[in-house]
């Protein structure tokens, strides 16, 4: 009998395309495959910028090659010059995160439950969000001068807006059945918070808290390119100053590979949380 | 035979002098890049903006089927040597610090005339006390570093006795520079006249400016051209020298100062600013086009600089790279050898 069922998996196998694999290979292969097709793009625009240099089809000096820009992240790494900058970049990072996180969270919620909060206060912030972060700067220059401060405040108000947009569309979009059993049920506000409209808002605050992330990485650039002495934006804008571009592909490829790094960190967290929290579907 | 010889000879002829002509060899076009101060004016500044705006360059292909375009970019120093390297354009003005840098990275270029020079100014905060640099030791003084005004700073200092070290250097550039000095963020700003405007609000006080040292504490730098042209076009190569020291000559001319100005201002950059860079200071000495030993000199002391601070990562032989021949060739041409001084090295060339 074993025999025969032998034969149907194999036939099976065959059936779907899949070579038959020993168990172990089966466990591995799935995620394996899903890292090595994430890679793929990646490889293929690292085969093309080898291919771009070799040919000459760019000048050099505007692409450096890949080898020249790898020999200027390790000595820039060995130096410790990246990682000072990569540290404070990510400290006003987590700044701006927390203060514009927790700020857009509250503002979000009270957006997302009160009518009133909504009417008198939502056309201002819109009105405020749509000015542009570089648009904000000389005048919180004037007030706060070039220190820390300033990054924090702008990299906190890029945060601030998707996840006050998102917060309050989460919540405002939690399905009426949900609140009308949670009304029968005669909830407290505080149960009614945390066991219907925070577990049911999460994935969309997530998302925002996400965009916002990214959001963040893109006004710490912009900061750290106009008023800063120091961090990975900094670093960058000087290497273009000194004509030597391989510091500013250093500084793209590691603003990316942390951004990417800083969003899974976010998903697991969102995951994690979202067991902690009671289901409510 | 004769008979037939002569179209023949005929034939031979026009197509020698065909090719005469094409050994001639003026581009289809010849594309020049400069600053332009960042007021998105497509209007440059010193020799070059003279040179365009009084026509000299135009004149000198007349006739010519030869396509001048004049791009002056925002991004100053570093967007000119990357338009440089995308092979956008030919011949660039800028200063001298990127001019350094650039060749440094690799940038095929030679330096054909000096564009003039340009004063720095230093202001302090309002509410402090500084008449000189003597007083701003450990403060905070604003200069965009990288750029000529970064040089310029340090031989203000020397000039008091003092180094870079002796104050803390914060990197902002011009606009940052005037809301930061706003703010109280920084005690004293170096850069040229563009800072002024703070004066004029009674928001810094100046308390020094190249003007007192002259030339050797000044802004400079070169307009040059990618050796590819110059290899491929002498021709033209010379013919934009000539231009270039037509225009300085016509500079050189009290009566035309204020139409410089004007042409100048078309750039964005308020006439005012031109009126505190050169009122009292005679145009010909700073629109001396010649590359001679002084600004050689200049060169030498700021790629030292460079080097000291770690902005450039190659040496470079400034010999090599000067092409003083065409503008000399041009001062001969137009009876202006002993118009401008053969200026001497500021300190012993090496």
Same mark, same amino acid.
């Given at each position: ?18 070579? /038959? ?13 899903? +890292? ?48 000072? &900058? ?69 990299? @906190? #108000? ?6 006050? !947009? @998102? ?8 399905? !009426? ?30 998302? &925002? ?15 750290? !390119? ?56 | !035979? ?31 890049? &400069?600053?332009?101060?960042?007021? &998105? ?24 089927? +030869? ?58 905060? #309002? ?16 200069? /965009? ?9 340090? #031989? ?16 902002? #550039? ?43 504490? @000044? ?132």
């Amino acid at each position: 009998m074993a025999f025969v069922d032998h034969t149907a998996i194999a036939g099976v196998s065959a059936a779907t395309g899949q070579p /038959a694999l020993p168990p172990l290979a089966r466990t591995i292969w799935p995620p394996l495959r899903r +890292v090595l097709l994430a890679l793929a793009l990646p490889a293929a625009i690292l085969l093309l910028w080898q291919l771009t240099v070799a040919r000459q089809w760019v000048s050099p000096q505007i692409l450096p090659a890949p080898a020249l820009v790898l020999g200027t992240f390790l000595e820039l790494a060995h130096s410790g010059e990246l990682g000072a &900058g990569l540290l404070i970049s990510l400290q006003r990072i987590a700044s701006g995160l927390a203060i514009g996180g927790v700020l857009g969270l509250a503002l979000g919620v009270w957006l997302g439950v009160s009518q009133r909060a909504c009417t008198y206060l939502e056309p201002t912030l819109r009105a405020l969000f749509a000015v542009p972060t570089l648009g904000w700067i000389p005048i919180l220059i004037l007030i706060f001068g070039i220190e820390e401060t300033l990054k924090i405040i702008v990299i @906190s #108000k890029a945060v601030l807006v998707p996840v006050v !947009m @998102s917060t309050s569309r989460g919540i405002r979009n939690i399905p !009426m059945a949900y609140i009308e059993a949670a009304r029968v049920l005669r909830l407290r506000r505080w149960t009614y918070l945390t066991r219907l409209t925070l577990p049911a808002s999460l994935p969309i605050v997530f998302s &925002g808290f996400r965009l916002g992330l990214s959001h963040a990485f893109i006004a710490l650039i912009v900061v750290e !390119m106009l008023a800063a002495t120091e961090g990975i934006g900094y670093m960058m804008v000087w290497g273009r100053t000194l004509f030597q571009l391989d510091i500013v592909v250093v500084g793209i490829v590691v603003v990316g590979v942390v951004g990417y790094a800083l969003d899974v960190a976010l998903r697991r967290l969102e995951q994690s949380l979202s067991r902690w929290l009671p289901d409510h579907g | !035979m004769t008979s037939f010889f002569r179209p023949l000879a005929a034939l031979l002829l026009a197509a020698t002098t065909a090719f005469s002509a094409h050994a001639q060899n003026l581009p289809e076009a010849i594309r020049f890049g &400069g600053f332009g101060q960042g007021f &998105g004016q497509p209007y440059g500044l010193a020799l070059l903006a003279v040179a365009q705006g009084k026509g000299f360059i135009a004149e000198e292909f007349k006739g010519a089927p +030869v396509k001048l375009s004049f791009e002056y970019l925002t991004g100053t120093g570093p967007a000119i040597n990357e338009a440089i390297a995308n092979d956008r354009l030919d011949f660039a003005q800028y200063g001298s610090l990127p001019n350094i840098i650039g060749k440094a990275g690799g940038l095929p270029t030679r330096i054909v005339a000096s564009y003039g020079y340009t004063t720095v100014f230093a202001l302090s905060r #309002k509410d402090l006390d500084v008449k000189s640099f003597k007083d701003l030791k450990g403060r905070k003084v604003a200069v /965009a570093k990288g750029t000529v005004l970064h040089w310029a700073l340090l #031989k203000a200092l020397q000039d008091s006795g003092l180094t870079l070290r002796d104050i803390q250097l914060v990197d902002l #550039k011009t606009a940052d520079q005037l809301a930061a000095l706003t703010a109280g963020s920084v005690d004293a700003a170096v850069g040229s006249s563009s800072l002024l405007t703070l004066r004029d609000k009674g928001v810094g006080k100046v308390f020094y400016s190249s003007k007192e040292l002259g030339a050797k504490a @000044s802004g400079f730098g070169a307009i040059t051209v990618t050796e590819g042209f110059e290899k491929r076009y002498p021709e033209a190569t010379q013919r934009v020298a000539n231009a270039l020291v037509k225009s300085a000559h016509w500079l050189s001319q009290e009566a035309n100062r204020e139409e410089a100005y004007r042409i100048w201002a078309l750039s964005g950059v308020p006439v005012q600013a031109f009126k505190d860079d050169f009122d009292g200071v005679a145009l010909k000495d700073v629109f001396n086009p010649r590359v001679d030993a002084f600004l050689l000199s200049q060169y030498d002391d700021a790629i030292e600089f460079t080097k000291d601070n770690k902005l450039i990562r190659n040496d470079i032989d400034v010999a090599k790279w000067a092409a003083p021949a065409y503008v000399e060739t041009a001062l001969k041409a137009q009876g202006l050898e002993n118009f401008w001084p053969r200026r001497n090295a500021i300190v012993a060339r090496h």
